[in-house]
């Protein structure tokens, strides 16, 4: 089982970036996917997450309307989609997959992560 989280980099105040977490080993579709990241001296903190039940999508009030996060089940790749994005999200983040299928914001009921992918936000 592996989730390779990919796309970080630098982007500008305002800019966009994408995110992608891409599965092996197992079929993501049949589990919620969520989105963490780690500021350095900061913890760990939940972003995101999209069920795989209803497909329906969860967001810190942080991201909330900023962010997307979406899936695509062929690809065995869930995506997060970060816009307007802040020198505050400047992060390390990591996808991670939930036990079941329905989404929690609490990092230990997470069985799978990958390795983060750093995003920084600057000019």
């Known amino acids: 089982v592996q989730l390779q989280a990919s796309g970080g980099g630098l982007v500008q105040p305002g800019g966009s970036r994408r995110l992608s977490c891409a599965a092996s080993?197992?079929?993501?579709?049949?589990?919620?996917i969520g989105w963490f990241r780690q500021a350095p001296g900061k913890e760990r903190e939940w972003v995101s997450c999209i069920s795989s039940s209803d497909g329906r999508t969860y967001y810190a009030d942080s991201v909330k309307g900023r962010f997307t996060i979406s899936r695509h089940n062929a690809k065995n790749t869930v995506y997060l989609q970060m816009n307007s994005l802040k020198p505050e999200d400047t992060a390390e983040y990591y996808c991670a997959a939930e036990g079941s299928s329905w989404c929690t914001t609490r990092e230990y009921e997470y069985a799978y992560w990958g390795q983060g992918t750093q995003v920084t936000v600057s000019s």
């Open positions: 080993g197992f079929t993501p579709g049949y589990y919620a």
